[in-house]
C-alpha cells in the first residue's frame, strides 16, 4: 500500500511558476511510475506529465517545455516544477504511483486506469 499527500497548490499570477511535491510512504519510489494528473472545473481528469524509471518523462502537449516532471527516491518525492502558468492550468492536481512499467507503457502511460495508489489532490489556481 503507498499513500501520497500532494502539496505546493495555491493561488498564483499567469505567468508564475509552483512546484508540486508529492509525499510517498513506499519504501521506495524506485519501482513505481510517477504520474500527475489534473482535473479543472468542470472537466475530466487528465494526465500532464509522467516518469518511469529515474529519467524517462512524457508529457501532455499543452504542458511541454512548459512543465517538467522529476522523481527523488532517496527523499520518495515525485514534483512537477510548473513554469509559465496559465489559467488554462487551474485544476486540482493529482499524484499517483502505478508499478511497472509495463511492456505497453507507451499505450497506456496517460491511463487513469493504469495508476493504483492515488493522492487526495492539491488546488492551484491561475488568475
Given at each position: 500500500?503507498?499513500?501520497?499527500?500532494?502539496?505546493?497548490?495555491?493561488?498564483?499570477?499567469?505567468?508564475?511558476?509552483?512546484?508540486?511535491?508529492?509525499?510517498?510512504?513506499?519504501?521506495?519510489?524506485?519501482?513505481?511510475?510517477?504520474?500527475?494528473?489534473?482535473?479543472?472545473?468542470?472537466?475530466?481528469?487528465?494526465?500532464?506529465?509522467?516518469?518511469?524509471?529515474?529519467?524517462?518523462?512524457?508529457?501532455?502537449d499543452?504542458?511541454?517545455?512548459?512543465?517538467?516532471?522529476?522523481?527523488?527516491?532517496?527523499?520518495?518525492?515525485?514534483y512537477?516544477?510548473?513554469?509559465?502558468?496559465?489559467?488554462?492550468?487551474?485544476?486540482?492536481?493529482?499524484?499517483?504511483?502505478?508499478?511497472?512499467?509495463?511492456?505497453n507503457?507507451?499505450?497506456?502511460?496517460?491511463?487513469?486506469?493504469t495508476?493504483?495508489?492515488?493522492?487526495?489532490?492539491?488546488?492551484?489556481?491561475?488568475?
Amino acid at each position: 500500500q503507498v499513500q501520497l499527500v500532494e502539496s505546493g497548490g495555491e493561488p498564483v499570477q499567469a505567468g508564475g511558476s509552483l512546484r508540486l511535491s508529492c509525499a510517498a510512504s513506499a519504501d521506495t519510489l524506485s519501482r513505481y511510475c510517477m504520474g500527475w494528473f489534473r482535473q479543472g472545473p468542470g472537466k475530466d481528469r487528465e494526465g500532464v506529465a509522467v516518469i518511469a524509471g529515474v529519467s524517462v518523462t512524457s508529457y501532455k502537449d499543452s504542458v511541454k517545455g512548459r512543465f517538467t516532471i522529476s522523481k527523488d527516491d532517496a527523499k520518495n518525492t515525485p514534483y512537477l516544477q510548473m513554469n509559465s502558468l496559465n489559467a488554462e492550468d487551474t485544476a486540482t492536481y493529482y499524484c499517483a504511483a502505478a508499478e511497472g512499467p509495463s511492456s505497453n507503457w507507451a499505450r497506456v502511460r496517460f491511463h487513469e486506469s493504469t495508476y493504483k495508489y492515488w493522492g487526495q489532490g492539491t488546488q492551484v489556481t491561475v488568475s
